[in-house]
């Protein structure tokens, strides 16, 4: 007989125990209407009820002449069950969550983005107007299949001065640099295959791998680049499809490969079979381009991406693949398959920006101005105990030790209750080793509060 909740009517009773039978065995039949009347001792038009509102809910599917199933519910992906267990509240995405999702202002040295008047806000609304006033703008339809090509003409040429030989038909323009790295993951990699990244590497590279299902294997990172005898013993060991890095001005270290071990690990990539795929989203902050990857491998086992979403403004979503003609005619595909194509107006809006000399003069004041945020910021964390792991050349990240005996995961929670978002060393490795570490962007480290801060909840 059926046991009735206090409180709950009788379908509503029925229809939880129904659930409970769910729960246990989804996908399997449900008895019939007469069958469970019986077994509970209701009426059937209370079992037809219960079933019909069951139905409407998605819980159970009704099959005409078969009877009534338990939905086979699929149970949603989440990225954290595929991750690390272990300290949960400090992720692969825990500065995404913190640095975008928070509603009070507070100060932000742990995000990976410039701040707002270092950019070219008064420039980027003259070119948007200019774009809508054109009546030659594409403004209401689709994009070609590989974007807006005056722009892939420009990164030609662009790309050409960096020693990287691609026509624009081996340039496929894409919605940000992160739907870059996803595209070419999803056109390489199948649930299941291995990925080697650095240790420790761009935290999202990680969440992006974690959502292909791809087994992550970490190298160690060395001032020069990746430690290539663990690399060779990994590849032996895990027989990985990908290696997915930031050659130049890598995150968060900030180092650059240097061009000896930039050409051995080229001959391993060969020996093993292994495709490169260099993030190089950083390069424009350097005055002098740095040889990547691609450069000296003329993109046989490398693909290129880049975006401007670091050195013009996140808002405007444009990046691009660079890759040999035959995976870009599959990325392709795939691009179009996945989003109908790339974003028109943030390309054409863009290229304006980097043809009409705005972008030259931004980066020519933008670079000194790192500089000396870079300088300024050194010498505040030495005077904090902390020490930088290099001295970078270039660019907006600083990879610090901090003093003896302090764990950055705690460090970045205690500052995070004063207003604080840092960025903690273990977002960024895979073996999570890196508690004694944490990554500053200078370009956010302005504010004397910042270490006020940090003086307080380092003081043992």
């Known amino acids: ?86 300290d949960r509240a400090i992720d692969p995405l825990w500065i995404m969550r913190q640095s975008l999702g928070r509603q009070e202002p507070c100060l932000q040295p742990g995000c990976g ?29 689709y994009s070609t299949p590989l974007g807006f090509r005056p722009l892939r003409e420009h990164l030609a040429r662009r790309l050409h001065e960096r020693g990287i030989e691609a026509n624009p038909g081996a340039i496929l323009l894409t919605d940000s640099g992160s739907r870059a790295i996803d595209l070419v993951c999803r056109f ?83 020996t093993h079979d292994l495709t490169l795929v260099e993030d190089n989203i950083f390069a424009d902050f350097e005055a002098r381009p740095s040889h990547g990857l691609a450069s000296l ?17 996140a808002a405007l979503r444009c990046g691009y693949i660079v890759a040999r003609s035959d995976w870009i005619e599959g990325l392709t595909d795939l691009a179009l398959a ?38 300024r910021t050194t010498d505040q964390l030495c005077r904090l105990g902390f020490k930088p792991w290099i001295q970078p050349e270039a660019g907006m990240f600083l990879w610090a030790r901090l003093p003896e005996g302090l764990d950055s995961s705690d460090i970045a929670m205690r500052a995070l209750e004063r207003g604080v978002v840092l960025a903690p060393g273990n977002v960024f490795s895979v073996a999570r080793n890196a508690g004694g570490f944490m990554r500053f962007n200078v370009a956010q480290c302005g504010d004397k509060r910042i270490f006020d801060v940090l003086a307080q909840v380092t003081q043992h």
């Open 1 to 86: 007989m059926l046991d009735q909740a206090r409180g709950s009517t009788l379908i509503e009773t029925v229809m939880a125990n129904i659930r409970r039978s769910i729960a246990t065995a989804p996908g399997a039949r449900l008895p019939s209407i007469r069958r469970l009347a019986e077994r509970q001792g209701v009426s059937k038009s209370t079992i037809v009820e219960a079933y019909d509102r069951l139905v409407a809910e998605g819980a159970v599917v009704a099959k005409p002449g078969s009877g009534f199933f338990a939905a086979a519910r699929t149970r949603p992906f989440t990225l954290a069950e595929t991750g690390p267990s272990l």
């Open 113 to 141: 983005w410039l701040p707002d008047d270092w950019l070219p806000g008064d420039m980027f609304r003259r070119i948007l107007r200019g774009v809508a006033r054109d009546k030659d703008a594409n403004l209401t339809a």
């Open 338 to 375: 996945t989003s109908f194509g790339a974003n028109d107006i943030a390309a054409q809006v863009t290229h304006r920006l980097l043809t009409d000399g705005s972008y030259r003069r931004h980066l020519d004041a933008l670079r000194p101005r790192l500089a000396k945020a870079m300088a």
């Open 297 to 313: 491998d003329g993109l046989e086992r490398v693909i290129h991406l880049g975006s401007f979403s670091k050195t013009l403004t």
């Open 188 to 270: 390489l990699l199948q649930p299941g295959d291995a990925v080697l990244v650095d240790d420790p590497c761009y935290f999202n590279f990680q969440a992006m791998l974690q959502a292909q299902r791809a087994r992550i294997v970490g190298v160690p990172y060395t001032p020069g680049g990746p430690d290539l005898e663990r690399f060779a013993a990994l590849c032996g060991e895990h027989r990985p499809k990908l290696y997915l890095t930031n050659a130049v001005l890598h995150n968060p270290t900030g180092a650059t490969v240097s061009a000896g071990i930039a050409h051995r690990l080229l001959k391993l990539a060969e």
